[in-house]
């Protein structure tokens, strides 16, 4: 998961490929928070991670 987002950060990994490597790694959704300025990634048994918008 973290090196499937920080490529994504970086632009070094379309969204397609982002996708592909998330759901690999067990994520099921995300939940995006503008306001909060965060994303809360969702697992397939129930966990989450919380990625901080990079500044």
């Avoid at 990634?41 to 966990?47: I, K, N, Q, S, V």
Wanted: aromatic share 10%; net charge positive.
């Amino acid at each position: 998961m973290r090196a499937a987002i920080r490529a994504a950060q970086q632009g070094t990994l379309a969204y397609p490929d982002f996708k592909r490597r998330t759901q690999a790694a067990g994520c099921v959704g995300y939940t995006v928070w503008i306001a909060g300025r965060h994303v809360v990634y969702h697992g397939r048994l129930g966990e989450t991670h919380v990625e901080p918008f990079p500044r």
